[in-house]
């Protein structure tokens, strides 16, 4: 439970000169938001203006969000299921891959569900404990998947430029590490982050969003937020730059190692193994480049709502089309699974 500052003529709005001592800026600011806070009323509750400026458009918008949630659930889902039912599927880079539809099903879980509620049921609230939470898993999972997929990038560099030594290298303890690393970055971040924001004062009740994003209840506070934005930038670069500059690195060895091979028809094979995996890279990581790495700007609620659609309902989506479509593996699976289903 958060603070909602109600502004009244009791409250003297003071002010002090500029001073050099930080002690005595923190003093101030300390003082200044008690003063805020002492005539305040408890909050137990944000609404989400959702997509107001596209009112006109809601019924449209509702439609296609959830025409694209059912295709991005039942082929996530299809992706799990396939690949621990057919051995021939029960190798690292699927595992990786079940891994990232596993993360990707909970995610949107997360967030479109109650996306799709605010098209139909405007001002709808949503509990702090409930933003918190939905906070927490968002992030938790977003930083999930930037870690599998760089563990999915070393995978494909492993089986190209060390071929002989991949089953070695690629061992079922290695991959449950990389899975659990990426499981306990995203878990660590989010405690950290959630934590850093839901204990701000909060102003105002009205997220600018359709979920709740960091930066949108951030905005919401009472007191400045220039520590918690340092800390939201700082998190955004290691847990984007990092590990998209490591697949980077894992994807020009790779290009090296494909080069150097003999036959056109050996390079086009070993690309094919690493393009599903590169097309998902670029978007995932360019999504949230976008989103988290941009500088303040003067975006309208509009685009910055566009960008959020791209990584909470695009991106989920991409990787079970790109794996099922350009994948001659996971497609042999499915025929064999349908197969046996009708025999």
Partial sequence: ??????????????????TVHLLLIYKF????????????TLVSEFVFQGFSSFREHQLTLFVVFFALYILTLAGNIIIVTIISLDRHLHTPMYFFLSMLSASETVYTLVIIPRM?????????PISLAG???????????????CFLLTAMG???????????????????????????????????????????????????????????DIRPVMKLSCIDTTVN???TLVISVLVILIPMGLVFIS??????????????????KAFATCASHLIVVIVHYGCASIAYLKPKSENTMGEDQLISVTYTVITP???????????????????????????
């Avoid at 939470?133 to 999930?144: D, E, G, K, R, W």
């Avoid at 970055?185 to 959630?194: F, S």
């Avoid at 989506?317 to 025999?343: C, F, H, M, W």
């Fill in 1 to 18: 439970m958060s603070l909602l500052c109600i502004p009244t003529s009791s409250i003297v709005k003071s002010t002090t000169g500029v």
């Fill in 29 to 40: 600011y300390q003082r200044h938001s008690m003063k805020r806070t002492e005539n305040c």
């Fill in 116 to 124: 799709l509620l605010s098209l139909v049921v405007l001002s709808q």
């Fill in 131 to 145: 933003c918190a939470t939905q906070m927490f898993f968002f992030v938790m999972l977003a930083i999930n998947n």
């Fill in 154 to 212: 070393y995978d494909r560099y492993v089986a190209i430029c060390n071929p002989l030594r991949y089953s070695v290298i690629m061992n079922k303890r290695v991959c449950t590490q990389l899975v659990w690393g990426a499981f306990s970055i995203g878990l660590i971040v989010a405690v950290t982050q959630v934590s850093a924001v839901f204990r701000l004062p909060f102003c105002i009740t009205k997220v600018a969003h359709f979920f709740c």
């Fill in 229 to 231: 934005e340092i800390l």
């Fill in 251 to 268: 994807y020009i060895l790779i290009i090296s190692t494909i080069l150097k091979i003999a036959t056109a028809e050996g390079r086009k």
């Fill in 317 to 343: 989506l991409l990787n079970p089309v790109v794996y099922t479509l350009r994948n001659k593996e996971v497609k042999d699976a499915l025929q064999r699974a349908i197969g046996r289903k009708l025999s």
